[in-house]
């Protein structure tokens, strides 16, 4: 496989990586797991899926690998792939404090999700937690869509879940996400604001960490991250043409059929 691939310790391969592109993760990677670690619903849920549909798995934009890591240590032979190296720096980190065993079913690559080449075959591909949504562009969804397809077995099952568009909720207001003590001994203040851009169904979210300790002083961590948000008949269209059929659309991880008061929006479709 091209790219960033794991060795036998879980570190990434860099000597043969991509020209380097910014990455918008290097300044919050490590502060990922601390945001949404203690989000345990999607964990269970891709578990139970893939008890349903089995392995191999693809992973696309895996992150740090917060929903890979379970999936592995179930037994589940898994690819990672994101096109960020801090995050894949995290995740391989992480990788290194499992068991060899579990280290075994893991490759993670450094590649697009629209470009990535593997010879595997896969039962189940899964794009979780709204990361599809960093696809801006309709060719890029349609791109990554049909390259997932191209890897996947013949009536291999594909999970992509994203948030469910709520255009009502205020802008440019500064919230307060929550306080928490890191095992470094700081304290982590996190805060976030967005803005809509509705012609081109954008929106930016700001983040800000505020990081303090009694022996140093206060600093702050910024990130920006635009996303492209997307309604639930649109994504159900962009699905088909690119050659899936819809199984199922929940609106939460306890799998209630979806609504339009739905939080979320978990698209289960079957390669045709």
């Not at 391969?13 to 949404?36: I, K, M």
Request: glycine share 6%; net charge negative; proline share 5%.
């Amino acid at each position: 496989m091209s790219g960033r691939e794991r060795n036998s310790s879980g570190r990434s391969d860099t000597s043969d990586e991509p020209e380097a592109t910014l990455d918008l993760y290097e300044s919050t990677a490590r502060y990922y797991d601390l945001q949404y670690g203690d989000f345990p619903e999607d964990v269970e849920f891709y578990l139970e899926t893939a008890k349903m549909a089995g392995g191999p798995i693809l992973e696309c934009m895996c992150g740090t690998g917060r929903i890979l890591i379970p999936l592995a240590e179930n037994g589940y032979e898994i690819l990672g792939v994101d096109r960020s190296p801090a995050m894949l720096d995290e995740c391989a980190r992480k990788l290194d404090l499992l068991d060899p065993e579990a280290q075994s079913m893991v490759e993670i690559a450094q590649e697009d999700v629209r470009d990535f080449t593997s010879d595997r075959i896969f039962r189940l591909a899964i794009v979780p937690f709204n990361s599809f949504l960093h696809l801006l562009e309709t060719r890029d969804q349609e791109e990554a869509l049909r390259n997932i397809r191209t890897h996947m077995d013949d009536d291999g099952m594909l999970v992509i879940s994203v948030f469910n568009p709520d255009l009502t909720r205020p802008e440019g207001v500064v919230n307060h996400k929550d306080t928490i003590l890191t095992d470094e001994g700081e304290i982590l203040s996190r805060f976030y604001t967005q803005t809509f851009d509705r012609p081109s169904q954008r929106t930016t979210v700001h983040y800000f960490y505020d990081i303090s300790r009694q022996d140093r002083p206060l600093r702050r961590v910024t990130a920006e991250f635009t996303l492209r948000y997307i309604f639930h008949r649109e994504m159900i269209e962009l699905l088909e043409r690119t050659g899936f059929d819809i199984l199922e659309v929940y609106g939460d991880y306890d799998l209630s059929p979806f609504k339009e008061s739905s939080p979320i929006m978990i698209f289960l479709a079957r390669r045709v």
